[in-house]
């Protein structure tokens, strides 16, 4: 495995799928020899993930950013952006990666997250909303080239 | 204070599901007021379940909570099904206790490791406390781990599973499909044997509550998804009787109704419970584990639930292990089901305890009206009164340290504030 794509994200919550979303547009269009398409459903499942010891790119939603918007982020400015804590009791992505970090004396070498920009996902929703559904071939292609870079 | 009132507040209680907070009034030596305040906004789901079919009541209700979901459905498909006359023969029961092992496994696992271990450790949360204690913190994860690919199997998905239906299952596994659980959860037996060991060696604050505590109690099984209601002051009633002993009131201070056994009061549902009145159902590797840890037949020291979690910890591998020795698929996922006019209660072992749901139903099906009474909103006058009992003892600490101790005593019972709305911050007012 040369890198480690992880698509972050719950489909039923509407656009916070978006993640799942830009994963499986990766996946159809085909990605270079060595690099391992993985969906994480919820945080827990990232901690043993980024401990590979290749570089990892995450892919999720972000709910300060405009809807539609594509972003790249390092690790270290997730907590700028105010990500709000959605995931079950805390353990947020943020979190993750600390606790991540706490358990391991080394983690992936080298970590950029991709966010897509969505409004606050509603309760009970299918389907990802039309300037999110947008931006997918726009986050893809930034994955590609972090992946190919 | 000029009035010598002291106020401890925790504005926004961490590390529980949910939106809640504390405010501890305490004057002298005395503890005036004790208020779980709830504010996360109630959630309106049994006005929404109103003219909804029956059939949908276990995917609707498994969105209240995305830690135990599974819960939510069993007592919505068991009630549903006590409506229509349906009555889920083997081996269909047994894969609706396989799937609960799973959420018990994952939810409790989670609480022990990453919530509620940092209030004994002394740490201010998981990760800080992952730096020292690597070893337990990876452990806990790996076990996590075990409980979310079964429940992902047999759910059909880790959160919010949806392969659960009146009458059975959409989709049963076959033994191939089980088959690669068997070494995973033999590790996770072993890992939650350790963690047994890693909690027992905490140390408890002294603390010895008079509950009444409630449980469901089966002939045979420790219980899951049957039995009947069981108290340790003589409570036994059918789930259909259960709105007539138990009742709800609202109270100013939080979005969630506190629940009270009619003509006594307050109580107290979940591990405590359980294994008080279900002990001898144990496998007798969790009974072991229990008598190593030094836990007597019932264990009223809220701090301690802990231990009482882990010990399910280990009973729902055994358990998770049996029921997969034993799985022989069914010639079909699920039993024919006629729809008629009815009315059908359940209560279920939520890892937080009792859940009861009730639902009428029209001749076509048709959801008239429901009512959901979660754990959380069970216990909440139980966790005001194990405050108030535990503060007075406790008031030379600092405001910081008292308010440390009463998060602390609030998450001895795990409390899924998300869950109770229709619940979490902690102020303490000192006079």
Known sequence: ?149 | MSDGTRTIRVDHLARVEGEGGLVLKVRGDRVEDVRLDIFEPPRFFEALLRGRACAEAPDITARICGICPVAYQMSAVHAVERALGVVVPEPLRALRRLLYCAEWIESHTLHIHLLHAPDFLGYPDAVSMARVHRDAVQRGLAIKQAGNALMALLGGREIHPINVRVGGFYKVPARSDLAPFVERLDRARDAALETVRWVASFDFPELERDWELVALRHPTDYPLNEGRIVSTRGLDIDAADYEAHVAEEQVPHSTALHARIVGRGSYLVGPLARYALNADRLSPLARQAARDAGLGPACRNPFRSVVVRAVEVVWACDEALRLIAAWEPPDAPAVPVTLRAGIGQACTEAPRGLLYHRYRLDADGTILDAKIVPPTSQNQRTIEEDLAAFVPRHLALSDDDLRGRCEQAIRNHDPCISCATHFLQLRVERA
Do not use: K, N
């Not at chain 1, 405009?66 to 805390?90: C, F, I, K, M």
């Not at chain 1, 990666?97 to 992936?108: D, G, W």
């Open chain 1, 1 to 149: 495995m040369r890198a480690l794509v992880i698509g972050l994200g719950q489909p039923a919550a509407g656009d916070d799928g978006v993640g799942v979303a830009v994963l499986e547009r990766l996946r159809a269009d085909g990605v270079p020899p060595g690099v391992e398409l993985v969906r994480a459903v919820e945080p827990t499942a990232l901690v043993e993930l980024l401990a590979a010891q290749v570089p990892v790119v995450l892919i999720d939603a972000v709910a300060s950013a405009a809807p539609g918007e594509v972003l790249e982020l390092g690790p270290d400015e997730l907590a700028g952006r105010g990500a709000p804590p959605y995931s079950t009791h805390g353990l947020d992505v943020e979190r993750a990666i600390a606790l991540a970090r706490a358990l391991s004396p080394r983690i992936t070498p080298s970590l950029r997250i991709v966010g897509v920009g969505i409004a606050r996902p509603p309760r009970r929703a299918t389907g990802l909303s039309p300037a999110v559904a947008a931006a997918v071939p726009r986050a893809a292609e930034r994955v590609r080239a972090l992946v190919e870079g």
